[in-house]
């Protein structure tokens, strides 16, 4: 018979919250401790508490009761979307179901092969709980729930309901998918995100030829691994494949495209903001990695081709640089059909951030220490591969907040698009302001709103890189 030892001999026992009952400290304790320690902490969480009181109360107030947020509500389209055509915005709905769907396809495919390492390595895979992601992504759920709340009907918020689920869905989907099809997934999603933009845009036959061409290369690349199959059987599935692509993006063409177009110009609002910002960063990244080790390269025709690139578009204002493409930049393309404003707006938007993003990539390829290199070439590798699997992994690493900070920035940047008449969110929010009913009315509602939306998607950037470095280690030996 085993004896049972009393309370106080057994140790210091655990509170519901997970902590000994003689760890536990009242709020009142915390509150001294903490606030109230001393005279002059005393004083500042007073003035702290009055301050923000004082704020939460007439900032409440504008929101809840005082606001004239009428010029929200009746121009909320147009904020969103400016001036694309109302009777091509099914093109929109088209595109967010085909993005949702790439997204939950690669959040799945990265899930599951994160679950395929946990086996492989015999650790317990971590998987985000609904609680977690709603820390995570809360602003932007926010933002959400704003909107929908300056619509006047259901029908945006069924299909902002249907788009969440079904990026939900097909991520499950991808999560249960064999091993072998993680990489078809990756292709797929890439596809499904180009035609999205492929459908709001428009096409002509050539346009959709060019995305048939992509379906086929798609197909190529993922039966190039039936190692099982005889030659001819082989060739036959890629013929197949090939064949099947080709049919059905003629067939998407035929059902939901046309010879009409939507020229770039009228893609405008929030819209227009997300995809230039989107596109910038995506497009700057990679050159700004090519100036960065361009520069610290060894041959003097490409270090200064690099230095003379970086220093010359880091010194020139962004405003100056849009200018450029507004009035000049056509004069340096021999081309029969002038570019878009929106096109050539993009163009300067990733010329002038990949000149800032090298030189943070630079910072962080000077932080990795010579011996690093040296190990690697007592490996027997070559350059290439000491700065693909040695240095630049660990540099991107070691600026992941600089890189970070500067996305943010550049998405901020694009309210300068306003200066050359590019209809992007700021902009149309200023177009409120130029209907009679709204000319000297509802100013800082609609900027207030304006704020709120940048605020919202630069606050979950930041966390996401927050939450990337713990995940990486950064700043940890």
């Given amino acids: 018979m085993t004896a049972t030892l009393p309370p106080s001999e057994t140790g210091p026992q655990p509170s519901p919250s997970g902590l000994p009952l003689d760890m536990r400290v009242s709020p009142g304790a915390w509150l001294r401790k903490n606030l109230f320690n001393t005279w002059y902490n005393s004083l500042i969480t007073v003035v702290a508490a009055v301050v923000g009181a004082i704020l939460v109360y007439y900032g409440g107030r504008f929101v809840f009761v005082t606001g004239q947020w009428e010029a929200v509500r009746k121009n909320l389209t147009l904020l969103m979307t400016g001036v694309y055509p109302r009777n091509e915005q ?12 790439a997204l939950g396809l690669a959040w799945g495919t990265v899930t599951a092969r994160g679950q395929d390492r946990a086996e492989e390595t015999g650790v317990a895979a971590q998987r985000p709980t609904p609680l977690d992601l709603l ?9 959400l729930v704003v909107i929908l709340v300056f619509t006047r009907t259901v029908w945006p918020t069924l299909f902002t309901l249907s788009t969440i689920a079904l990026g939900l869905g097909v991520r499950s989907a991808a999560m249960r998918l064999p091993r072998s099809a993680r990489r078809p997934c990756w292709y797929a999603a890439a596809f499904m995100a180009i035609v999205s933009f492929q459908v709001v845009s428009g096409a002509n036959g050539s346009a959709w030829w060019w995305t048939a061409a992509l379906a086929a290369f798609i197909a190529l690349q993922t039966t190039t691994n039936l190692e099982t199959a005889a030659p001819w059987q082989r060739n ?7 064949a099947a692509a080709v049919v059905v993006v003629r067939l998407a063409y035929w059902l939901i495209g046309d010879t009409s177009s939507v020229s770039w110009d009228e893609w405008s609002g929030l819209y227009l903001t997300l995809v230039a910002s989107g596109a910038a960063i995506v497009l700057s990244f990679p050159l700004a990695l090519l100036l960065a080790v361009g520069r610290r390269s060894s041959l003097p025709a490409i270090r200064w081709l690099c ?16 200018f450029v493409a507004k009035i000049f930049i056509d004069f340096f393309l021999n081309v029969d059909t002038p570019l878009s404003l929106t096109t050539r707006t993009i163009i300067v938007f990733t010329i002038f951030s990949s000149a ?6 630079r910072g962080g390829l000077q932080a990795v220490p010579k011996g690093q290199i040296e190990a690697g070439q007592a490996i027997g590798l070559q350059p290439p591969g000491v700065m693909r699997l040695i ?3 660990q540099a991107l690493r070691a600026v992941i907040p600089a890189m970070v900070g500067q996305f943010i920035s550049l998405y901020k940047d694009s309210t300068l698009f306003a200066f050359i008449s590019v209809v992007e969110f700021y902009r149309a929010r200023e177009l409120i302001h130029s209907q009679q009913e709204f000319t000297t009315t509802a100013i800082a509602e609609t900027l207030v ?27 940890e030996r």
Avoid: C, D, N
């Fill in 90 to 101: 099914w093109r929109l709905v088209a595109q967010m179901y085909l993005v949702s769907s």
């Fill in 135 to 143: 820390r995570r992504y809360w602003p932007i759920l926010l933002l």
């Fill in 236 to 242: 036959m599935f890629r013929f197949t494949a090939i």
């Fill in 307 to 322: 230095v003379g690139y970086i220093e010359i578009f880091r010194g020139i204002p962004f405003i100056a640089l849009l």
């Fill in 356 to 361: 800032y993003l090298a030189e943070v990539v």
């Fill in 391 to 393: 240095v630049m992994p």
């Fill in 449 to 475: 709103f304006a704020a709120f939306v940048y605020w919202a998607i630069s606050y979950t950037m930041s966390k996401e890189s927050q939450r990337l470095e713990r995940h990486l280690g950064v700043g």
